[in-house]
């Protein structure tokens, strides 16, 4: 096995620097909006009059802008991608990106140091003035200027926007036109939540008598009435399965016919928002009927989501037996249970997990009480393809066990956890007969020490991470490492766990418990011991937000 | 071809019987006012109080990410069984 460490030193090849250097930054950058989203708040410029407040007032719109012409830029320009790299990587081997660092730093705490007024703790709109503006936009903007040279030199930036202001343009035309959209989608709002409203009032009063209807958007039964607001209407919806079918008919397009294929659009639409309609119903009739609790707690909060899930495949089906697909229908089938090659044998176990406990969390009050429902589910399908699993059968070391003591440690510290849904755990078992408790828990240790990590490290350590090297993820041996794999992994890892930096930093320390050794079943040894210790810390000290 | 037409027509017939009811409720009041209507469940009178209106939680962003990685997951498994053919 190649070792690993060597690809971690700073000098291990000119290709292995420069990806590690976009990277880093990109890391930082992501770092430094997190922190300035979270440090700075926008005063009420609306209710303050002149032209700076309206300037100001438009900066979150220009905000908007901005990443609607990156979202378009990453879209439009993503064929390109790989030449527009191997021009920068032939960035000069001395570029000293380190001067350019610590001016990027100077010019950030200028930055911060003249937005204070405004936007800090005690922001006051009344601050802003022409020269603070001025301020502000050259600090941030050096700031910008000093973090692209760190990446490159200024002549590779030219040569650049030199060779792609076409695609810039159409970039920056696309990106205005989806925040337009947006906009006009705003505004339409009220007319799809009238019509939304009407149609659950009428398939309300199919089976209640006594149904409420206000035109302000309320309506239910006298014992609950739910409230159509904007993001009820059904227009969020749908613009989440015009994003959807936007992306599928751009990385299937090779596979699709076209005009055919954009049918999508009008059946997704229409599918998504009927959906939204049967939903509110549902909610309405669960929470007069059944339990106010899970409709408010539960299944308001899961059921749309389950709805997209449901159409977005649905979608993808759809579009084989409608002959928009250039491939046989007799091979066509994405949802075709039983083809077992590898990649669904590492990918489907997690998949039945996810799509358990959002389904586990429609039907609860905010306690899960079905989790056993997902154990069961999931370890299903991991016997279901055991048979695949056979090359990560090895010994494992006490390396996972150690990491996985580590990553333990980390998430005490970075979990905040909140108190007062692990109360609302204990006092739901509490009120359940002993035995029943018991079995719950039998399946909760299971769930979190056996089923979730291997279904977990199957899909990140085992398939995505690989897959973030080569689209042959087969080729690439299990401990094989890079930056970009490492990072994206454990990012996307984390982003799956309601404590994202604790996730991230648990799913760093899980690839590298794979890359000591090259052996997944370190990693699934960590995760194990990791959630073991969790489990615990629950039971054993009455750490019960842990689990919540 | 003739699926093809059938899921445009059925697709076109579902959202115009979306838009049609805009306006169906000055319809409604209209039919109401008559009595030969007034026995039929959709002119049946509302309560004249308001019952009492639940706070509902935001969506949860967690579960957004669920339902997407799901979504994603599908996606993967699709270009798997592309690339394996190809």
């Given at each position: 096995m190649k070792p690993v460490v060597q690809n971690l030193l700073p000098n291990a090849g000119e290709h292995s620097?420069?990806?590690?250097?976009?990277?880093?930054?990109?890391?930082?950058?992501?770092?430094?909006?997190?922190?300035?989203?979270?440090?700075?708040?926008?005063?009420?410029?609306?209710?303050?009059?002149?032209?700076?407040?309206?300037?100001?007032?438009?900066?979150?719109?220009?905000?908007?802008i901005g990443f609607a012409f990156a979202a378009t830029f990453l879209i439009c320009l993503s064929r390109r991608f790989s030449e527009m790299s191997a021009d920068f990587q032939i960035t000069p081997p001395n570029h000293r990106w380190w001067p350019w660092l610590f001016g990027h730093l100077l010019a950030l705490l200028a930055f911060v140091k003249v937005a204070s007024p405004v936007f800090g703790p005690h922001a006051s709109a009344a601050a802003a003035s022409p020269v603070w503006l001025a301020s502000w936009l050259a600090t941030g903007a050096l700031a910008l200027f000093f973090l692209l040279l760190i990446l490159a030199p200024l002549k590779c930036w030219v040569r650049l926007f030199t060779r792609e202001w076409k695609g810039l343009s159409i970039s920056a035309f696309a990106g205005g036109l989806a925040w337009l959209s947006g906009v006009v989608a705003q505004t339409v709002w009220r007319p799809l939540a009238e019509m939304t409203l009407w149609l659950v009032h009428h398939?309300?009063?199919?089976?209640?008598?006594?149904?409420?209807?206000?035109?302000?958007?309320?309506?239910?039964?006298?014992?609950?009435?739910?409230?159509?607001?904007?993001?009820?209407?059904?227009?969020?919806?749908?613009?989440?399965?015009?994003?959807?079918?936007?992306?599928?008919?751009?990385?299937?397009?090779?596979?699709?016919?076209?005009?055919h294929a954009l049918l999508l659009f009008p059946l997704g639409i229409v599918a998504i928002w009927l959906a939204n309609v049967v939903r509110i119903t549902l909610l309405i009739v669960i929470g007069s009927s059944i339990s106010p609790e899970i409709a408010v707690q539960g299944f308001h909060s899961q059921a749309g989501w389950i709805a997209f899930c449901l159409i977005a495949?649905?979608?993808?089906?759809?579009?084989?037996?409608?002959?928009?697909?250039?491939?046989?229908?007799?091979?066509?089938?994405?949802?075709?249970?039983?083809?077992?090659?590898?990649?669904?044998?590492?990918?489907?176990?997690?998949?039945?997990?996810?799509a358990a406990s959002m389904l586990i969390a429609a039907l609860s009050s905010g306690f899960h009480a079905l989790y056993p429902l997902g154990v069961v589910v999931t370890a299903t399908v991991l016997w279901r393809f055991r048979h695949h699993y056979r090359p990560y059968l090895r010994v494992p070391s006490w390396t996972g066990v150690m990491i996985g003591v580590v990553v333990f440690g980390l998430w005490l510290l970075l979990v905040r956890g909140e108190e007062s849904q692990g109360a609302q755990l204990a006092r739901q078992l509490d009120t359940w007969p002993f035995w029943l408790a018991a079995v719950w828990i039998i399946f909760r240790i299971a769930g979190s020490v056996l089923t979730v990590p291997i279904a977990e490290e199957l899909a990140?350590?085992?398939?995505?991470?690989?897959?973030?090297?080569?689209?042959?993820f087969e080729s690439v041996p299990p401990g094989h490492f890079t930056w970009l794999?490492?990072?994206?992994?454990?990012?996307?890892?984390?982003?799956?766990?309601?404590?994202?930096?604790?996730?991230?930093?648990?799913?760093?320390?899980?690839?590298?418990?794979?890359?000591?050794?090259?052996?997944?079943?370190?990693?699934?040894?960590?995760?194990?011991?990791?959630?073991?210790?969790?489990?615990?810390?629950?039971?054993?000290?009455?750490?019960?937000?842990?689990?919540? | 071809m003739k699926k093809l037409i059938c899921a445009m027509v059925a697709s076109l017939a579902l959202s115009f019987s979306i838009s049609t009811p805009a306006y169906a409720g000055s319809l409604t009041s209209f039919l109401c006012s008559f009595p030969l209507f007034e026995r039929f469940q959709f002119c049946a009178k509302k309560p004249s109080t308001p019952p009492p209106v639940a706070a509902v939680p935001e969506i949860d962003a967690a579960s957004g990410a669920q339902a997407i990685a799901l979504v994603a997951g599908v996606l993967l498994l699709g270009a798997e069984r592309l690339r394996r053919r190809g």
């Amino acid at each position: 096995m190649k070792p690993v460490v060597q690809n971690l030193l700073p000098n291990a090849g000119e290709h292995s620097n420069w990806h590690s250097r976009w990277i880093a930054v990109a890391v930082l950058f992501a770092a430094e909006i997190v922190w300035g989203i979270n440090t700075f708040t926008v005063p009420d410029f609306s209710r303050q009059s002149g032209a700076m407040a309206h300037l100001l007032v438009w900066s979150e719109t220009a905000l908007k802008i901005g990443f609607a012409f990156a979202a378009t830029f990453l879209i439009c320009l993503s064929r390109r991608f790989s030449e527009m790299s191997a021009d920068f990587q032939i960035t000069p081997p001395n570029h000293r990106w380190w001067p350019w660092l610590f001016g990027h730093l100077l010019a950030l705490l200028a930055f911060v140091k003249v937005a204070s007024p405004v936007f800090g703790p005690h922001a006051s709109a009344a601050a802003a003035s022409p020269v603070w503006l001025a301020s502000w936009l050259a600090t941030g903007a050096l700031a910008l200027f000093f973090l692209l040279l760190i990446l490159a030199p200024l002549k590779c930036w030219v040569r650049l926007f030199t060779r792609e202001w076409k695609g810039l343009s159409i970039s920056a035309f696309a990106g205005g036109l989806a925040w337009l959209s947006g906009v006009v989608a705003q505004t339409v709002w009220r007319p799809l939540a009238e019509m939304t409203l009407w149609l659950v009032h009428h398939l309300l009063q199919t089976i209640y008598s006594d149904v409420y209807h206000d035109p302000q958007g309320l309506v239910g039964t006298p014992n609950f009435v739910a409230g159509i607001a904007p993001v009820c209407s059904g227009y969020e919806g749908i613009g989440l399965i015009i994003v959807f079918v936007a992306i599928y008919l751009w990385f299937f397009r090779a596979q699709l016919k076209f005009p055919h294929a954009l049918l999508l659009f009008p059946l997704g639409i229409v599918a998504i928002w009927l959906a939204n309609v049967v939903r509110i119903t549902l909610l309405i009739v669960i929470g007069s009927s059944i339990s106010p609790e899970i409709a408010v707690q539960g299944f308001h909060s899961q059921a749309g989501w389950i709805a997209f899930c449901l159409i977005a495949l649905g979608l993808i089906a759809l579009s084989h037996r409608l002959h928009v697909s250039r491939v046989p229908e007799g091979e066509s089938a994405l949802l075709a249970q039983g083809h077992s090659h590898h990649a669904a044998a590492l990918l489907a176990p997690l998949l039945s997990l996810l799509a358990a406990s959002m389904l586990i969390a429609a039907l609860s009050s905010g306690f899960h009480a079905l989790y056993p429902l997902g154990v069961v589910v999931t370890a299903t399908v991991l016997w279901r393809f055991r048979h695949h699993y056979r090359p990560y059968l090895r010994v494992p070391s006490w390396t996972g066990v150690m990491i996985g003591v580590v990553v333990f440690g980390l998430w005490l510290l970075l979990v905040r956890g909140e108190e007062s849904q692990g109360a609302q755990l204990a006092r739901q078992l509490d009120t359940w007969p002993f035995w029943l408790a018991a079995v719950w828990i039998i399946f909760r240790i299971a769930g979190s020490v056996l089923t979730v990590p291997i279904a977990e490290e199957l899909a990140f350590r085992g398939y995505l991470i690989r897959k973030l090297v080569a689209s042959d993820f087969e080729s690439v041996p299990p401990g094989h490492f890079t930056w970009l794999s490492f990072v994206l992994s454990s990012m996307l890892f984390g982003l799956l766990h309601g404590d994202w930096i604790a996730g991230v930093v648990a799913g760093a320390g899980f690839a590298i418990a794979l890359y000591v050794r090259g052996q997944l079943i370190d990693a699934v040894l960590a995760h194990m011991t990791a959630n073991a210790l969790i489990a615990v810390a629950v039971l054993g000290f009455g750490h019960w937000h842990l689990w919540a | 071809m003739k699926k093809l037409i059938c899921a445009m027509v059925a697709s076109l017939a579902l959202s115009f019987s979306i838009s049609t009811p805009a306006y169906a409720g000055s319809l409604t009041s209209f039919l109401c006012s008559f009595p030969l209507f007034e026995r039929f469940q959709f002119c049946a009178k509302k309560p004249s109080t308001p019952p009492p209106v639940a706070a509902v939680p935001e969506i949860d962003a967690a579960s957004g990410a669920q339902a997407i990685a799901l979504v994603a997951g599908v996606l993967l498994l699709g270009a798997e069984r592309l690339r394996r053919r190809g």
